[in-house]
């Protein structure tokens, strides 16, 4: 076999293998599969393999008496009567038991793109949740750095602040020093009674400025106070100006650009089914069918979507998924009251300005009266979502009370929000999925 041929093989195995996908969608057990992983049953083909290409009838496999025939494998005896080939019992005869049939297994991102591939979609993943550390504004500060991000407002302020804290007024312990009697060690004394942040060294360095004749200007520390005014460091710096600040190399703070984590909006589905009375068995079995397929698409497609089930009757209760998968059908219909739980959920858990929202609901279409006017619709129009869909299953066209498909459409037009299905047997199944699907695709889903 040429490469030519070889790769026509591979490009007929990928198109078996989608009608392999299309045909377990439609008609497939789906329940043999787990939410993780899918089991696709598939034909069992001859990958295709390179054999040498024989100019003449010459060379191995060809001799005379003991040697090989034409087209007798080397080293393998020649066949003889009544030996199998495995595929019967003991005594040559074909074999009764069913052997188990292939199966090809996916996990849900590559089923997502199998299925674009066969719908032909290539749907952008809006809502991931993918955390980007960007750099932002120069906020952040460290201890080392080059020169030019050096923070010189802050080390200013800090030298500043320094001077201010240990600042003193001169000149007034100056004049403490011309109190009668007094020593160095008595003057350090008395500016620490009075707060005055003076070292002894400086009064010792300073003591020999006085002149002898000034000593004893003033009889006590407490009359110079009262007859000295004393001034505050901003004073001082106001009247003389500010000649030096204490700096420090502890001080040092140099810019970075603050790390930002930004978050793509998170996407949460929340899965609606009616359970009523009126959803008999093949109408169930189609909206499993639809839904199922769709919520490994959805898993494929976001990494970490948030699922949501809810099922109702007259009434609606939040199921997991294995229920929801699985649940039967009694009671009457309002579906309203399963809007109202996905409101509930959607405001306390998902709120509309951190998470983008589907809400794909199903069902036979029949609803108590008015309810899909009065509640329903206004239902939908107050909750905010990327899109809303609804998949009628009606085996055998439309029951004259089932309108409620029809109101919907009716109310939202040709929204690009909003999209009713309809499933009437299982070749309608990827029909409606590529409807659903596809709308998403062509919108902007309301968030960027």
Known sequence: MGLREDLERFKEIGEERREDLESFIRYGDLSGSESDTIEIPIKVV?????????????????????????????????????????????????????????????????FAEELDEELGLDLEPKGKEVIEEVEGDFTDVTRTGPNSTLDFERLFKQGLKRKLATDFDEEFVREAMRVAGATPESVYEWCRGENILVSLAWIESEWDVIPDEERGRWDSFEQMADEVERTTAVQRIRRKGLKEVPFRRDDERYRHPEIEEKKQKNVVVVNIRDVSGSMRETKRELVERTFTPLDWYLQGKYDNAEFVYIAHDADAWEVDREEFFGIRSGGGTRISSAYELAKEILEEEYPWAEWNRYVFAAGDSENSSNDTTEKVIPLMRDIPANLHAYVETQPGGTAINATHAEEVESAFGDGDDVVVARVGAAEDVTDAIYEVLSTESGSDGGKK
């Not at 010459?58 to 080939?85: M, S, Y």
């Open 46 to 110: 001859d990958l295709p393999e390179f054999e040498y290409d024989r100019l003449d009838k010459g060379g191995v496999g060809q001799g005379q008496g003991d040697t090989p025939d034409v087209g007798q494998p080397v080293g393998q005896p020649e066949a003889q009567p009544g030996d199998g080939d495995g595929d019967g019992d003991e005594d040559g005869e074909p074999g009764e038991e069913g052997g188990e049939h292939g199966h090809y297994e996916m996990d849900p991102e590559e």
